[in-house]
């Protein structure tokens, strides 16, 4: 088959031997966790490669949903000299700067009341502060311009069903080809946090398509289904980038990290007993938290690591596989919202203990995330990860003629 000319922006998985794919988990304020981790991260690429290794350099595709959403533009979208707008290391002190704007505080237990009343009523927050900021982040970027593929999920609430922005259907479908920054404010609109986000794109025909959006966790808080999905699907239209295969996935040839952005199993503060007399506000709204929200957000994220556990593991490809969560998190620290000094910076020591921990996986008999014996610890996990990333990335340039992507 004759190559094309490749929509990617690093050099193709037809060169090399994997496909790599990293994902992103929602969270609001929680996303300084996986922050951390994704800093740690470059960090190991970059004492392997030099200090200008960047991770949308490594992967072909970057999922992520919400503030994980948000975290993949920053990764990936191109600054003035064609660079990632962000190295991993800022992601935290980006956080730790504008979550109080962002998420601003009720004063004692008086604004706590009013911050719930107001959630009865619209949004808690008006997304005013967040909007300026993401537009002024992100400027005219556009989902093609950015340095490798991303997939975004959203949710329309006017058609009830999702959609997913992915760099792979960008050709195809122009009208998808929206500006980053509604895309990452459309996938941030939670419910009942963030006011629901209307805009609109033109295909190429001239055609008005409109997106009448909110969170993107209502279709996937765990992106990571959806990024392999895309992927796939490059495969079965025999996209010459990815191997010049006909087959389905051959999970033995993908390299994922999956990253979470925490959560509280360990309290079991809810029951079928308090449950079964609750109505639609103790659903909406008990003990600080949003147990219906909760739940589904909660629930379709574990679904999908189990699904990628079971499938890497027929595959015999375990070790290709790498999901980082905590779900030990407790009071504040599992919140959403909370944005105090205490609670930003408790959250960056639950990342970097995060990283000292076992490499884990859950049990959905018992929703904890249990050790996978000999795995080592998260740390260890992402040197080696960070190997194999540095290994395919020369793998490519080896044999990628040097008049393509110019990397």
Same mark, same amino acid.
């Given at each position: 088959?004759?190559?094309?000319?490749?929509?990617?922006?690093?050099?193709?998985?037809?060169?090399?031997?994997?496909?790599?794919?990293?994902?992103?988990?929602?969270?609001?304020?929680?996303?300084?966790?996986?922050?951390?981790?994704?800093?740690?991260?470059?960090?190991?690429?970059?004492?392997?490669?030099?200090? +200008?290794?960047?991770?949308?350099?490594? %992967?072909?595709?970057?999922?992520?949903?919400?503030?994980?959403?948000?975290?993949?533009?920053?990764?990936?979208?191109?600054?003035?000299?064609?660079?990632?707008?962000?190295?991993?290391?800022?992601?935290?002190? %980006?956080?730790?700067?504008?979550?109080?704007?962002?998420?601003?505080?009720?004063?004692?237990?008086? +604004?706590?009341?009013?911050?719930?009343?107001?959630?009865?009523?619209?949004?808690?927050?008006?997304?005013?502060?967040?909007?300026?900021?993401?537009?002024?982040?992100?400027? *005219?970027?556009?989902?093609?311009?950015?340095?490798?593929?991303?997939?975004?999920?959203?949710? $329309?609430?006017?058609?009830?069903?999702?959609?997913?922005?992915?760099?792979?259907?960008?050709?195809?479908? *122009?009208?998808?080809?929206?500006?980053?920054?509604?895309?990452?404010?459309?996938?941030?609109?939670?419910?009942?946090?963030?006011?629901?986000?209307?805009?609109?794109?033109?295909?190429?025909?001239?055609?008005?398509? #409109?997106?009448?959006?909110? $969170?993107?966790?209502?279709?996937?808080?765990?992106?990571?289904?959806?990024?392999?999905?895309?992927?796939?699907?490059?495969?079965?239209?025999?996209?010459?980038?990815?191997?010049?295969?006909?087959?389905?996935?051959?999970?033995?040839?993908?390299?994922?990290?999956?990253?979470?952005?925490? *959560?509280?199993?360990?309290?079991?503060?809810?029951?079928?007993?308090?449950?079964?007399?609750?109505?639609?506000?103790?659903?909406?709204? #008990?003990?600080?938290?949003?147990?219906?929200?909760?739940?589904?957000?909660?629930?379709?994220?574990?679904?999908?690591?189990?699904?990628?556990?079971?499938?890497?593991?027929?595959?015999?490809?375990?070790? *290709?596989?790498?999901?980082?969560?905590?779900?030990?998190?407790?009071?504040?620290?599992?919140?959403?919202?909370?944005?105090?000094?205490?609670?930003?910076?408790?959250?960056?020591?639950?990342?970097?203990?995060?990283?000292?921990?076992?490499?884990?996986?859950?049990?959905?008999?018992?929703?904890?995330?249990?050790?996978?014996?000999?795995?080592?610890?998260?740390?260890?996990?992402?040197?080696?990860?960070?190997?194999?990333?540095?290994?395919?990335?020369?793998?490519?340039?080896?044999?990628?003629?040097?008049?393509?992507?110019?990397?």
């Amino acid at each position: 088959m004759e190559k094309k000319a490749s929509s990617l922006k690093i050099r193709p998985p037809t060169y090399g031997k994997l496909i790599t794919i990293l994902s992103i988990d929602g969270g609001g304020v929680r996303g300084i966790i996986p922050g951390v981790i994704l800093g740690y991260l470059e960090a190991q690429l970059q004492e392997l490669d030099g200090e +200008g290794a960047r991770l949308a350099d490594y %992967f072909d595709v970057i999922a992520g949903t919400s503030t994980g959403g948000l975290i993949t533009a920053m990764l990936s979208a191109p600054d003035a000299h064609n660079r990632p707008l962000f190295a991993a290391k800022d992601i935290v002190p %980006f956080y730790l700067e504008n979550c109080p704007k962002i998420f601003p505080q009720g004063c004692g237990s008086l +604004g706590s009341v009013l911050n719930t009343i107001k959630s009865l009523t619209g949004p808690k927050y008006n997304g005013v502060y967040l909007h300026k900021l993401i537009r002024k982040l992100l400027g *005219s970027t556009r989902l093609h311009d950015t340095l490798t593929s991303l997939v975004i999920p959203t949710f $329309d609430i006017k058609k009830l069903q999702p959609v997913l922005f992915s760099s792979y259907e960008v050709s195809k479908h *122009s009208f998808l080809d929206a500006q980053v920054s509604d895309i990452c404010i459309g996938t941030s609109a939670a419910p009942t946090y963030f006011p629901a986000y209307y805009f609109k794109t033109e295909d190429k025909d001239g055609r008005v398509h #409109e997106f009448n959006l909110i $969170d993107g966790g209502l279709a996937a808080n765990n992106p990571t289904l959806i990024a392999i999905s895309e992927v796939t699907k490059q495969i079965l239209k025999e996209d010459p980038d990815f191997f010049d295969i006909k087959s389905p996935i051959d999970y033995t040839r993908l390299l994922v990290i999956s990253l979470g952005s925490g *959560s509280d199993t360990s309290e079991l503060k809810f029951d079928a007993k308090k449950a079964s007399k609750w109505g639609l506000f103790s659903w909406l709204y #008990e003990d600080g938290s949003s147990p219906l929200i909760d739940a589904y957000t909660q629930g379709t994220a574990d679904l999908v690591d189990y699904h990628n556990s079971v499938a890497f593991k027929a595959y015999q490809s375990e070790d *290709s596989y790498l999901r980082i969560n905590d779900d030990t998190l407790k009071g504040t620290l599992s919140s959403v919202d909370t944005s105090t000094k205490k609670n930003l910076e408790g959250l960056v020591k639950v990342g970097e203990d995060l990283l000292r921990k076992a490499v884990s996986r859950v049990n959905l008999d018992t929703g904890h995330y249990e050790p996978i014996p000999n795995a080592g610890t998260n740390e260890e996990a992402l040197k080696r990860f960070a190997k194999l990333l540095s290994d395919e990335k020369k793998l490519r340039e080896s044999r990628c003629p040097h008049n393509m992507h110019g990397t």
